[in-house]
């Protein structure tokens, strides 16, 4: 009876996976996405070379990484895209080496001045070296970084992670967030805004640069 009930349990949770993914996945039907532009994401670690022949629609630029590292080329970067009709967006790489609160505050600091024109990012991929927390913590930290994204800029922002961390970590919760898909060159399953599809050449920024697609339409994932 016990390995009965487990079983039964086991099957519900599953039917209530399928039936969230169902129901985010109708948002982002074949009508319903501007599957025919395209957007990067750069930071410091990429050179533009000229600007003039970036033909992305959007781009993502990251802003910050923890409590207390600020990209120095995001300012730059966003100036220069914006001149151009490019949509910009900033993203922070959330750590659990230091509180949602002071993490918050730095990419607050850091993105003054730029009118963003897309909702903010956090790139959230793992836990970093020595500060590991539960899932429950994880989840907690994320949420009081999203409540003040909410807060200061009118909207959730944008979780950017993998499809098993995902899984792991977030199936379930925030469902009243978007999610950026960082599995490149793979099938999704999660319902997802942006897919980070593949690391290709892309004219006017020296080597490779991660170029995304929208399962979505542009609008959605403006401020």
């Not at 670690?45 to 207390?68: I, M, P, R």
């Not at 897309?118 to 949420?143: A, F, H, M, W």
Request: with cysteine; hydrophobic share 35%.
């Amino acid at each position: 009876m016990k390995k009965l009930k487990m079983k039964y349990m086991a099957m519900a949770v599953m039917v209530l996976g399928i039936a969230t993914v169902s129901f985010f996945a109708c948002r982002f039907t074949k009508e319903n996405k501007d599957s025919n532009i395209y957007g990067v994401d750069l930071s410091h670690h990429n050179c533009v070379e000229d600007w003039d022949q970036v033909t992305a629609s959007f781009v993502y630029l990251k802003a910050t990484e923890g409590a207390t590292h600020q990209d120095e080329t995001f300012k730059r970067f966003a100036h220069n895209a914006q001149k151009r009709g490019i949509l910009v967006g900033a993203y922070h790489f959330m750590t659990t080496s230091s509180s949602s609160e002071e993490q918050f505050q730095n990419f607050h600091q850091a993105t003054a001045g730029i009118k963003m024109d897309l909702i903010p990012v956090i790139d959230i991929e793992r836990q970093t070296k020595g500060y590991k927390v539960s899932g429950n913590e994880l989840r907690k930290r994320v949420r009081v970084f999203v409540n003040l994204c909410k807060k200061h800029y009118g909207k959730n922002p944008i979780i950017y992670c993998s499809q098993p961390f995902y899984t792991k970590n977030f199936l379930g919760h925030f469902n009243d967030c978007q999610y950026w898909c960082g599995d490149v060159n793979a099938p999704v399953v999660l319902p997802h805004a942006i897919h980070q599809k593949t690391i290709k050449k892309v004219a006017g920024i020296k080597g490779n640069v991660d170029y995304n697609i929208l399962n979505c339409k542009l609008k959605e994932i403006q401020l």
